[in-house]
């Protein structure tokens, strides 16, 4: 048994892509785009960050906002990963590269 934690990125689905699941049943599948394995400290920061407590396989949304506090904490050396530097760069480009209005993040974890 493990502690695995992702964070998902939705894009926005066209009016076509939302009647095509409604009729046939299906959900949009996310892309991963960060993943930590056995890393606790990343489910008590999201728990903190978001007010909330961490479920297991629940889903939570994770905002501009909690990326802009993710990566300061990272970079600041309050929080460390097992690939900080790697997740810094991530995040960065994710920051500077997603249209928050039309793209939806969602954290993720399962024991």
Same mark, same amino acid.
Do not use: A, P
């Given at each position: 048994? $493990? ?8 894009? +926005?689905? =066209? *009016?076509?892509?939302? %009647? ?30 978001? $007010? ?8 939570y +949304?994770? =905002? *501009?906002?909690?990326? %802009?506090?993710?990566?300061?904490d ?21 920051l ?16």
């Amino acid at each position: 048994m $493990g502690l695995d934690t992702s964070i998902y990125k939705y894009k +926005e689905q =066209t *009016e076509k892509e939302k %009647i095509y699941d409604k009729l046939v049943g299906e959900r949009q599948q996310g892309e991963e785009v960060l993943y930590w394995r056995k890393h606790h400290h990343i489910v008590e920061w999201f728990g903190q960050e978001l $007010g909330q407590l961490i479920e297991n396989c629940e889903n939570y +949304e994770v =905002t *501009e906002e909690n990326f %802009i506090n993710l990566l300061h904490d990272l970079e600041s050396g309050e929080l460390t990963t097992y690939e900080t530097s790697e997740d810094i760069k991530i995040i960065t480009k994710l920051l500077k590269e997603t249209d928050f209005e039309k793209t939806k993040f969602i954290f993720s974890n399962w024991w």
